[in-house]
């Protein structure tokens, strides 16, 4: 843990003991009432070092995403050594308190160990043999406890005017392992994913495609182009997961959101919301009471647009405001020193407005 992060700790037994949390039903509670699943991502130095957050995330979810431990530069460090510890170790806890693990993410051009980018530039059969070793370890390992797998991650590519443009008009996003393999490697990892653990939920999982902007239509667009392009050539895919890094200030419109759900949908794919937070507008609101109404309207149009278009399974990305990569990434955190208050819970783990819209969300 960071030094910056420890003084939080002091918190931590007060929120424990206090009695805003600890009342009434969960949200997996809820959630489960209603057929569906509440999830967070956790990490799991987070959930040994922070008890009471351990125990939050104990009571609220029953659907864990390992936030790190299960890339690849915390799977394979080292070429060929696997370590597959971290990971365990939130499967253990997930199994201590009844809850479900999915998988994050066996394909992925970011969280890339040192040696693996060299590596792939060693030639496609070198670059192939590296994929199929990863992620026939990797599916053998988890074949018991994990059912749900990010096979491909962050694989569109972004259109002009999104935040992060790609130098390319093609569907697929430039990285190392399009550069390796060509644009088969979406189908090859998918095939091989099945092969070796054929019942497994295959789930390609993408961000940028929930808002009412051009580029965000454009990225819809392609995404249901390569999902459509895999499903003609019969490659195996299941679920399309949606990450939901909301930004305030982008335009959100159901309608738009639903038709491409429903697309989706009708190409037999369910649907899942992966790594929800939301990020706030440049301009606050005076007062964190309003900020955090906003936070919560904003959230709950988004989710009952989902829920109307057949999402069941929703996941955010932490549950707190005190472990979010909204304030502690550098680039994403906000720079009028204000932290981003885009998670159900604040920092000292009260529940906000976000949580009850949750709550409310899953009581119907
Ligand atoms: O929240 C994660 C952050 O702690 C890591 O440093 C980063 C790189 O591994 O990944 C962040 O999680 C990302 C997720 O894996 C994929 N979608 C975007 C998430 C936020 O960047």
């Not at 991502?41 to 431990?69: K, N, T």
């Not at 020193?337 to 009260?350: K, N, S, V, Y």
Request: proline letters at 8%; one cysteine or more; a neutral charge.
């Amino acid at each position: 843990m960071s030094l910056a992060r420890r003084p939080l700790l002091a918190l931590a037994g007060a929120a424990l003991a206090g009695p805003t949390w600890a009342q009434g039903p969960g949200l997996r509670q809820l959630a489960r009432a209603r057929g569906m699943s509440f999830g967070t991502a956790v990490r799991g130095q987070v959930l040994q070092d922070d008890p009471a957050l351990a125990a939050l995330v104990a009571r609220e979810a029953d659907l864990l995403v390992p936030e790190w431990e299960g890339k690849w530069d915390s799977l394979q460090p080292e070429r060929g050594r696997f370590n597959f510890e971290p990971l365990r170790q939130i499967i253990r806890f997930a199994q201590a308190h009844n809850q479900r693990v999915r998988g994050h993410a066996l394909l992925w051009h970011v969280a890339m160990p040192p040696w693996l980018a060299p590596a792939l530039r060693e030639g496609a059969s070198q670059a192939n043999a590296i994929l199929e070793e990863h992620i026939t370890t990797v599916l053998r390992e988890t074949r018991e406890t994990i059912r749900d797998w990010d096979v491909l991650n962050e694989i569109i590519s972004n259109p002009p005017g999104s935040d992060n443009p790609d130098p390319t008009d093609g569907d697929l996003r430039p990285t190392p392992w399009l550069a390796a393999l060509g644009p088969g490697y979406a189908e090859r990892a998918l095939r091989l994913a099945r092969q070796v653990d054929p019942t497994l939920r295959l789930t390609l999982n993408d961000y940028g495609v929930e808002a009412d902007t051009p580029w965000a239509a454009a990225k819809r667009a392609r995404l249901l182009r390569v999902v459509r392009g895999l499903i003609d050539r019969r490659c195996p895919l299941d679920a399309i997961g949606i990450q939901a890094h909301l930004q305030m200030r982008e335009p959100f419109r159901a309608e738009p959101f639903i038709a491409f759900l429903r697309e989706l949908r009708g190409l037999g794919l369910a649907i899942l919301i992966t790594e929800l937070d939301v990020r706030e507008p440049d301009q606050l609101a005076p007062s964190l009471a309003e900020r955090d109404a906003a936070v919560a309207e904003y959230a709950g149009a988004f989710l009952d647009a989902a829920i109307a278009g057949g999402v069941r399974t929703i996941l955010t990305w932490g549950l707190t405001d005190r472990d979010s990569w909204l304030v502690q990434e550098p680039g994403v955190a906000r720079r009028d020193g204000q932290l981003h208050r885009g998670l159900p819970f604040d920092a000292e783990l009260r529940p906000k407005p976000f949580r009850a819209r949750l709550a409310r969300i899953f009581a119907g």
